[in-house]
């Protein structure tokens, strides 16, 4: 069993920058993938961006350039950085572990991005 903490979220204004964090603890493999997702009131999940045990990253064409997905394998947390903030970013945003064969979810933090 995997538990994930989330945390970072908040209000800020167009063109603005936060960082999320999500820590994982419990039962972890070596090899496993951390990923950062959001969802909008009346859409669906999507994958924002991608990180490998190995750092190899992968991102939603629409962050690119202006969210950079980080981890500590020492500490078995992810991080989301994001800049140059837009209204259309508002969504609550979650992480997702997979390790050991199984998908583990955190609760969620609102990100509200005000024009």
């Known amino acids: 069993q995997v538990h994930l903490v989330e945390s970072g979220g908040g209000l800020v204004q167009a063109g603005g920058s936060l960082r999320l964090s999500c820590a994982a603890s419990g039962s972890i493999f070596s090899i496993n993938v951390m990923s950062w997702h959001r969802q909008a009131p009346g859409q669906q999940r999507e994958l924002v961006a991608i990180?490998?045990?190995?750092?190899?990253?992968n991102y939603q064409e629409s962050v690119k350039g202006r969210f950079t997905i980080s981890r500590d394998n020492g500490k078995n947390t992810v991080y989301l950085q994001m800049n140059s903030l837009k209204p259309e970013d508002t969504a609550v945003y979650y992480c997702?572990?997979?390790?050991?064969?199984?998908?583990?979810w955190g609760q969620g933090t609102q990100v509200t991005v005000s024009s």
């Open positions: 997702r572990f997979i390790t050991g064969g199984y998908s583990y």
């Open positions: 990180i490998s045990s190995g750092g190899n990253t």
